[in-house]
């Protein structure tokens, strides 16, 4: 892999694409999840291509009290909020930006959240080694419950990450299937929301999650795709926040 994280990222949004299947498909990158030892959380997810409605940009932010907010420049029943709506205190559509400062350093705002937070990822030598073995992954492999759960107890100690969800079920009812490809630390990063500054990266306790979607306890940007089952009023939720 030659291209810096930014090349790769233009790659995508020059030519985005749905994946194949008859459920609910997402493709693109974002920052799986990074935490702050002040207890704040914030994760990022830019979708050029998805199977639901117009690409768009989402960011999640859980406070120091555990309540989560999600912003998406797509409606909520179009963006994240579809499936993790159950757990939100509000769900906004909004303006959400993401620039790139650097081959391997960006800056998102969220203006209607006075949220601003700059990162910067690298590789390291597990995720050299993850992305090695990524590729060389056959097809089906990403698509089988049961080797994504070994992958998942495999990287979770290996990435330094704790718990790693890579399957299972949503907080609205869907279920989920995420296939990072590519993946990079996040080396450093600050963020301030709302004039606070939330202070540097750091574990969590006890770890965040969204049901069975779990929150590295060290920051990760992935690039990949997302595969939600397909929605069923009898069975899922919704709800795209609990205001």
Same mark, same amino acid.
């Given at each position: 892999?030659?291209?810096?994280?930014?090349?790769?990222?233009?790659?995508i949004?020059?030519?985005?694409?749905i994946?194949?299947?008859?459920?609910?498909?997402?493709?693109?990158?974002g920052?799986?999840?990074?935490s702050?030892?002040?207890?704040?959380?914030?994760?990022?997810?830019?979708?050029?291509a998805?199977?639901?409605?117009p690409?768009?940009?989402?960011?999640?932010h859980?406070?120091a009290q555990?309540?989560?907010?999600f912003?998406?420049?797509?409606?909520?029943?179009?963006?994240?909020?579809?499936?993790?709506?159950?757990?939100?205190?509000?769900?906004?559509?909004?303006e959400?930006?993401?620039?790139?400062?650097?081959?391997?350093?960006?800056?998102?705002?969220?203006p209607?959240?006075?949220?601003e937070?700059?990162?910067?990822?690298?590789?390291?030598?597990?995720?050299?080694?993850?992305?090695?073995m990524?590729?060389?992954?056959p097809?089906?492999?990403?698509?089988?419950?049961?080797?994504l $759960?070994?992958?998942?107890?495999?990287?979770? +100690?290996?990435? =330094?990450?704790?718990? #790693? /969800?890579?399957?299972?079920?949503? @907080?609205?009812?869907?279920?989920?299937?995420?296939?990072?490809?590519?993946?990079?630390?996040v080396?450093?990063?600050r963020?301030?929301?709302?004039?606070?500054d939330?202070?540097?990266?750091?574990?969590?306790?006890p770890? $965040?999650?969204?049901?069975?979607?779990?929150? +590295?306890?060290? =920051?990760?940007?992935? #690039? /990949?795709?997302?595969?939600?089952? @397909?929605?069923?009023?009898?069975?899922?939720?919704?709800?795209?926040?609990r205001?």
């Open positions: 892999m030659s291209l810096s994280p930014r090349g790769l990222v233009e790659r949004e020059a030519t985005p694409a994946p194949g299947g008859l459920d609910e498909r997402f493709d693109g990158y920052v799986m999840g990074l702050f030892t002040s207890g704040h959380v914030l994760a990022m997810r830019r979708f050029p998805t199977s639901v409605g690409g768009y940009t989402s960011v999640w859980r406070d555990g309540e989560w907010m912003y998406a420049t797509a409606a909520p029943d179009l963006a994240c909020s579809r499936y993790f709506g159950v757990d939100a205190l509000a769900s906004i559509q909004t959400v930006r993401v620039i790139w400062m650097a081959p391997a350093r960006f800056r998102v705002l969220v209607a959240a006075s949220l937070w700059d990162v910067a990822i690298g590789p390291t030598v597990a995720t050299r080694l993850m992305n090695a990524a590729r060389w992954l097809g089906a492999a990403w698509r089988n419950p049961a080797f $759960a070994a992958m998942g107890r495999m990287a979770g +100690p290996f990435l =330094g990450v704790g718990r #790693i /969800g890579l399957y299972g079920t949503t @907080p609205n009812g869907q279920r989920f299937i995420t296939n990072p490809r590519v993946v990079f630390r080396l450093d990063s963020a301030v929301v709302a004039g606070t939330l202070g540097p990266p750091g574990p969590v306790v770890q $965040a999650q969204l049901r069975d979607f779990w929150i +590295p306890q060290r =920051g990760m940007f992935a #690039i /990949g795709q997302a595969h939600f089952e @397909p929605f069923d009023p009898a069975r899922h939720s919704a709800r795209t926040a205001s």
